[in-house]
């Protein structure tokens, strides 16, 4: 059986693949493959990262605010609803959300 796996959108332009490799409490736990949208936020996940890691919370509530702003839409494969309250993080090739 495969395994859960959402699109994440912009604009309906593809941002990037999210798949499912585990479920931690609210947050779900995804390998993140990048498409051509991606470029474009990679800064503003980046700035929501770093803000969190040096403990600058009023920084990392400003950027999180900013990724929300950019109207990401998660459109799951299996066709459910698309999901578009979200909270969501992404480093590399790993990506948790939660909704």
């Given at each position: 059986m495969a395994k859960p796996s959402w699109q994440l959108r912009r604009n309906g332009r593809l941002v990037g693949t999210l798949t499912l490799t585990e479920v931690d409490m609210f947050w779900s736990d995804c390998r993140f493959e990048p498409a051509a949208a991606w470029e474009e936020l990679a800064p503003l996940?980046?700035?929501?990262?770093?803000?969190?890691?040096?403990?600058?919370?009023?920084?990392?509530?400003?950027?999180?605010?900013?990724?929300?702003e950019q109207g990401l839409v998660l459109f799951p494969d299996d066709g459910g609803a698309p999901i578009e309250e979200f909270l969501i993080r992404i480093n590399g090739e790993d990506a948790r959300f939660r909704y």
């Open positions: 996940f980046a700035a929501s990262r770093d803000a969190w890691r040096r403990g600058d919370k009023d920084a990392a509530l400003a950027a999180d605010e900013a990724i929300h």
